[in-house]
């Protein structure tokens, strides 16, 4: 007998305000085509200001709590994924902690991007599988319009992203070794990734400590708090690490593309998504994709659509999902789930 990792539930929530694309082409240079052929971005959501990320991983917590019906006494570890929290520091970990009432158990905060739901699964299933947790609670969280410049200016990084969160509730099992891997819910394997060459690439710059005086007067009329984007770079590096994290998680567990019932990628791009299908040799059915509706909501992208994937019948009970991350950093990842 060994621990296995099931994920129990998974919920989301993403903010009522729609923000179309003819919204944007009244804030800067840009069209409504520019953005859906480059993308595939129809709408995304945005919070009423000022809403705290916070707020939306509490909603999507609550969420799956009700959903699988867990108490919260029974959660015994936290692990919280996000770009932008609430403060410089401490992390939202902590914040959900008390905001849920859970016992006083580690709340970890995730800074990996959009490659956070890989890496919390993968570090979930480490602390599940090692005994020291029973339950628990994954929760990817995103509140990126407040830092985006609706300028012409910021146009190439502002149509892009969107605020949503979404969570993961994860249990150990107790299994029976000598049962085929695929026959039995959980997680089968992770791969993980990283390249700080590219920590350039996409970036935040200030507030932080590589500036004399953490953000100055300059630092503030350069707009060096706004995201940063080599969006070609982006775009190249993405496709590889993807393909790369698919092809080595597949083939290091024997299984070839056409074993995967549904693909659930990182929505940064609809064609970067496209391009990875295509090189893998998955069908298009096989993936599930939501960016039209979301945008780019950085680590809660996965969540989400795990969750509207289940909603719509596309993900069920006994499937083997392949998970599929790549971010800022550069990371990246993939999971092997029997969902
Ligand atoms: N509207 C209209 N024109 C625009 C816009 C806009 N919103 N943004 C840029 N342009 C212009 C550029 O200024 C450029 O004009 P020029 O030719 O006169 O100089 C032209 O469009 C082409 O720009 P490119 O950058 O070459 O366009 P590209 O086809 O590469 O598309 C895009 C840009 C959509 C950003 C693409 O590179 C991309 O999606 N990259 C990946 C980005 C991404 O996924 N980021 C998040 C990832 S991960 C994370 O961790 C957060």
Redesign the pocket.
């Known amino acids: 007998m060994s621990l296995r990792t099931v994920v129990e539930g998974v919920s989301h929530y993403v903010p009522e305000r729609r923000v179309t694309n003819a919204d944007l082409t009244t804030m ?4 409504e085509q ?2 859906l052929d ?2 595939g971005i129809e709408e995304r959501r945005f919070v009423d200001q000022p809403t705290p990320t916070s707020h939306l991983a509490l909603e999507s917590a609550r969420r799956v709590l009700e959903k699988t019906k867990t108490s919260t006494e029974d959660v015994d570890f936290l692990l919280a994924a996000t ?1 932008s929290p609430d403060f410089y520091f401490p992390g939202i970990g902590p914040m959900i902690q008390s905001g849920l009432g859970l016992k006083t158990i580690p709340a970890l905060d995730i800074r990996v ?2 490659s956070g739901l890989v890496y919390g699964l993968s570090a979930a299933d480490a602390f599940i599988r090692s005994g020291q947790s029973k339950c628990l609670l994954l929760v990817c969280a995103e509140v990126q319009s407040p830092v985006l410049d609706f300028s012409t200016r910021g ?7 969107g605020d949503g969160a979404g969570a993961l509730l994860l249990r150990a099992e107790e299994t029976d070794d000598s049962t085929d891997l695929l026959a039995r819910r959980g997680i089968i394997d992770s791969y993980l990734g990283s390249d700080g060459q590219g920590a350039e690439v ?1 970036c935040v710059r200030t507030p932080g400590t590589s500036t004399t005086g953490f953000i100055t007067q300059e630092d503030f009329d350069e707009r060096r708090w706004r995201p940063h ?1 080599d ?2 770079q ?2 190249k590096n ?1 496709v590889i690490r993807m393909c790369e994290a698919a092809t080595e998680i597949l083939q290091r567990n024997s299984l070839t593309p056409d074993d995967i019932a549904l693909i659930v990628p ?1 929505q ?2 609809l ?2 998504n496209e391009a990875v299908r295509e090189r893998l040799g998955f069908r298009e059915e096989q993936v599930f994709n939501n960016i039209q509706k979301y945008g ?1 909501t ?1 680590s809660a992208t996965i969540p989400i659509a795990l969750s509207e994937a289940e909603e719509e019948g596309r993900l069920k009970r006994g499937d083997l999902l392949l998970t599929l991350a ?3 950093g550069f990371t990246w990842g993939a999971n092997l789930v029997v969902w």
């Open positions: 800067m240079d840009t069209s520019w953005i480059r993308t770009l991007q959009c146009r190439d990084t502002a149509v892009l992203f996409l984007m969006g070609r982006v775009f993405a990182h940064a791009n064609r970067i780019n950085t790549f971010g800022a």
